[in-house]
Nanobody, 116 residues
């Protein structure tokens, strides 16, 4: 069965960095677009970054463009999200999602809290 296991979240001060990882199994990871999505308290789930199956193209929402970098290692079935210059509004549970957008199969999420 499809499994997506996120890790790397935590508490960080504004301006800090975190790197999220997602270990994928149970499907042909190199064949799929992958997405990082997040859900802040009281808000809808939103996608923040997407990457093509081969890693050649990436897409970001405006609020994270230039600060976040999505990448993947198809040999290791792992998806990454490097987050720099974190802001309080980045506080959310972050999910690894199979496919394009926030609507696909996702993992259990990892909490990211940005606070001084």
């Amino acid at each position: 069965q499809v499994q997506l296991v996120e890790s790397g979240g935590g508490l960080v001060q504004p301006g800090g960095s975190l790197r999220l990882s997602c270990a994928a199994s149970g499907f042909a990871f190199p064949m799929y677009y992958m997405t990082w999505a997040r859900q802040a308290p009281g808000r809808d789930l939103e996608w923040v970054a997407q990457i093509t199956h081969d890693g050649r193209k990436t897409y970001y929402i405006d609020s994270v463009e230039g600060r976040f970098t999505i990448s993947r290692d198809n040999a290791d079935n792992t998806l990454y999200l490097q987050m720099n210059d974190l802001k309080s509004e980045d506080t959310a549970v972050y999910y690894c999602v199979r496919g394009r957008g926030a609507g696909g199969t996702r993992g259990q999420g990892t909490q990211v809290t940005v606070s001084s």
